[in-house]
């Protein structure tokens, strides 16, 4: 049975707006956060994406009001709760937090920790909160058990059910999936959009995973040396990457030295539209997938230099003469390829991203 069919329907939480106006944070000679701006809407799933040291997790404390930052305002729902001449404390701001290690308490059963968080609520109606947060995530016949007796992806949704419990207008999640297997953090972190979509609150997540982002957030911030690189849905920023370094961060790239001329881009693969973009020095970069194996003679002349199975997928290292290195191809599984095969190569237009290069 799925967490979906498990669950129970309970009464929504009344989701709240995020928003962080010039915010700014440093550590020590370190600028963590750097005049970010950003607007989280009310019942809205944003996933703070960005290598390590990028500021995401900061951001995300400074919204939850264990930082305080050095300038800037951070609103909730108009209120102001942080700013010159304001600060309210993390237990008056009505938000929730699931952390990456979970912070069980391991001498409380499951029902209590969930509890933990309603100590205002008379103890009847607290017990009966936290049987509905456990029921909501399908762990309510788990309620008299200890954390160390749950499986990592149990003790996820007891955390989950803890946040949720007060019923937070906005929940914040810092990288809560990160300590689970591959297999069962796929299904935990659909269980748990699942769970954000039925409860309406407004979440925000810090990941260090694309895929996760893309699979999971309605709008993606991507975060670079304490700064918005570039914010939108996940299909614009893969599709239609602001720079390079957005590019490579969502996907493998081949990226090849490129000309642009008359909005035509020249490369050792041959010529492919590029229009909008000034003539000058450029970079074609063709995902791995964009690339199609064609009969030899057929299409550009290539000759197989690796060729391993992924599983699902097969990892292809191709050499063309007029480029200095090979190019990778990932295809469906095939097992008439060998080093040193002559082949054709084929590109789909759809999977180039072209970037002129600055001072060109």
């Not at 069919?5 to 929504?12: I, Q, T």
């Not at 000679?29 to 809407?41: F, K």
């Not at 040396?225 to 370094?245: H, V």
Request: glycine share 10%.
């Amino acid at each position: 049975m799925t967490l979906s069919a498990m669950r129970h329907r309970s009464p929504p939480a009344f989701a709240q707006s995020l928003l962080f106006e010039d915010v700014s944070l440093s550590y020590g000679p370190v600028e963590a956060v750097r005049g970010v701006s950003l607007e989280v809407r009310p019942g809205e799933v944003v996933c703070l994406l960005g290598p390590s040291g990028c500021g995401k997790t900061s951001l995300l404390r400074l919204a939850a009001g264990i930082e305080v930052p050095d300038k800037g305002r951070i609103a909730i729902d108009g209120r102001d709760v942080a700013s010159p001449s304001t600060f309210v404390p993390p237990e008056r701001r009505g938000i929730g937090l699931v952390f990456q290690d979970y912070a069980l308490f391991p001498h409380l059963t499951v029902l209590d920790n969930v509890k933990f968080g309603l100590a205002r609520l008379p103890r009847t109606a607290a017990e009966t909160e936290a049987l509905r947060a456990l029921s909501r995530v399908g762990l309510d016949t788990h309620a008299g058990a200890y954390p160390h007796e749950l499986s990592g992806g149990q003790q996820q949704r007891v955390a989950l059910a803890r946040a949720l419990a007060p019923r937070p207008g906005i929940l914040l999640l810092d990288e809560p999936f990160s300590g689970l297997d591959r297999r069962l953090r796929d299904q935990v972190r659909e269980d748990t959009l699942d769970v954000l979509r039925d409860v309406k609150a407004t979440a925000i997540m810090v990941t260090h995973d694309p895929e996760e982002a893309m699979r999971l957030a309605d709008r993606i911030v991507l975060l670079r040396a304490g700064q918005i690189a570039q914010a939108g849905p996940p299909e614009t920023l893969y599709r239609a990457p602001k720079d390079l370094e957005v590019a490579r961060f969502f996907c493998e790239l081949n990226e090849i030295p490129a000309i642009i001329v008359n909005g035509r881009v020249l490369t050792g693969l041959g010529a492919f539209p590029a229009p909008g973009i000034a003539d000058g020095s450029a970079v074609c970069a063709i995902r791995p997938q964009g690339l199609t194996l064609l009969p030899a003679g057929e299409g550009v002349s290539g000759r197989v230099v690796e060729h391993r199975s992924l599983g699902e997928v097969d990892l292809v290292r191709i050499a063309v003469a007029e480029l200095d290195r090979p190019l990778t191809a990932r295809l469906k599984p095939r097992s008439d390829l060998a080093p040193g095969q002559d082949v054709g190569l084929g590109v789909d237009v759809a999977e180039i991203l072209v970037f002129a290069l600055s001072g060109s």
